[in-house]
Structures are given as structure tokens and as C-alpha cells.
T-cell receptor
């Protein structure tokens, strides 16, 4: 059973456009929601994370929007660049838990 | 480089052989995690250490898998009698406290 559902599976965006990746969860005990970026042959790199006490968090071109009532959260990449082409994973964990539950990933391609 | 390091980066082995991977966490990170990632999927939690104590194991961690962190610093993950289904990327992550887990580059295992 997939604890975190992620969509789309793949995404193609023009340079300068906005990339949007969505995730949904069922477990209301989840209280930490990070996003990871992974390049081929590399480990996932922590990009940005949010807790349910805020509805939005922005770091540079990356923004997480969080909708607690809908149990959904999304990653927005503004002014997408070819260097952003990678696989993005959302994840979630419960307070006091030690494991992250990951989505299945979104392969983003930014075309010049 | 002060990030998480893993060795080897690639390992090819024949079915039935034993393999051992090593992870060196970020200095002073007392928490260490092992995950497994198969092609096209997000990482899946295997086990967790706080200092030298192994505090949590996933049911994915069969009896053929064993992990240690003898002095609370580096960790090893051993797979005995490897099977083709063990082929995956094995990722190590570390954290200080709380949720921010930082991943290493992974060890890609191929069982032939």
C-alpha cells in the first residue's frame, strides 16, 4: 500500500515555466513533508520541507503548498531551468517515527 | 566532502554470494538509516540506528540482511546468499535529531 501518492509520473516543461508536482496522503499522523531531488546515479538531495502548521513555504524558486484538510501537498518550481531536470520525490513521516515514506517520483524534463 | 559517503558505489555479485556495504554518516549525526531503491521507485526504509543501537527494522529486512553500527559512527549492511531480487540501489542517510535526513550517493548492487 502506497502511503504517499505522487503525480504526474513524468513532466515536461519549457525553460522559464512553472513545474508543479502533486502528492497526497491518507495518514493524518504524518506531520513532516519533505521533497527530494535526485539526479541519475546520485542519492536523493533534500530540497525543501514543510510541517502542517503552515500552508506554504518558499525557498528561492521552490515553493511547497500544503492543504491539510485535503491531505495534499505540492511542489512548485518557478522559472524552471534545464538544470532542474531530475526526478523529484515527495515524502512524509510521523512525529517520533524514523522512516520516511516516499512517493513514486516525478521525472521532470525542462526543455530549452 | 563532509556529506554521507558510501562504499562501494557499485557491486556486481553472483547469486548466492555474500556482500557488505559501508556507510559513513555526516560527522556528529547520531541517527543513521538504510533504504533500498529499485528502478523507478522511491526509497523504501530498511532499518534505523540511533548511535550504536538498531532501534527499528522494516519487514523488508529479511533474515538474510544484517546491519551494524558498532561504534555509533560508520555502519555496514550485509546481505547473505544474495538473490536476483536483491538488485537495487542501497542508500544510507543520516540526521542529527528530528526529520532532516541527508542521503549518500548509494551503492548499486547487481546480482547476476
Amino acid at each position: 500500500q502506497q502511503q504517499v501518492k505522487q503525480s504526474p509520473q513524468s513532466l515536461i516543461v519549457q525553460k522559464g515555466g512553472i513545474s508543479i508536482i502533486n502528492c497526497a496522503y491518507e495518514n493524518t499522523a504524518f506531520d513532516y513533508f519533505p521533497w527530494y531531488q535526485q539526479f541519475p546515479g546520485k542519492g536523493p538531495a533534500l530540497l525543501i520541507a514543510i510541517r502542517p502548521d503552515v500552508s506554504e513555504k518558499k525557498e528561492g524558486r521552490f515553493t511547497i503548498s500544503f492543504n491539510k484538510s485535503a491531505k495534499q501537498f505540492s511542489l512548485h518550481i518557478m522559472d524552471s531551468q534545464p538544470g532542474d531536470s531530475a526526478t523529484y520525490f515527495c515524502a512524509a513521516s510521523r512525529e517520533g517515527a524514523n522512516n520516511l515514506f516516499f512517493g513514486t517520483g516525478t521525472r521532470l524534463t525542462v526543455i530549452p | 566532502d563532509t556529506g554521507v559517503s558510501q562504499d562501494p558505489r557499485h557491486k556486481i555479485t553472483k547469486r548466492g554470494q555474500n556482500v557488505t556495504f559501508r556507510c559513513d554518516p555526516i560527522s556528529e549525526h547520531n541517527r543513521l538509516y538504510w533504504y533500498r531503491q529499485t528502478l523507478g521507485q522511491g526509497p523504501e526504509f530498511l532499518t534505523y540506528f540511533q548511535n550504536e543501537a538498531q532501534l527499528e527494522k522494516s519487514r523488508l529486512l529479511s533474515d538474510r540482511f544484517s546491519a551494524e553500527r558498532p561504534k555509533g559512527s560508520f555502519s555496514t549492511l550485509e546481505i547473505q546468499r544474495t538473490e536476483q531480487g536483491d538488485s537495487a540501489m542501497y542508500l544510507c542517510a543520516s540526521s542529527v535529531q528530528g526529520d532532516e535526513q541527508y542521503f549518500g550517493p548509494g551503492t548499486r548492487l547487481t546480482v547476476t
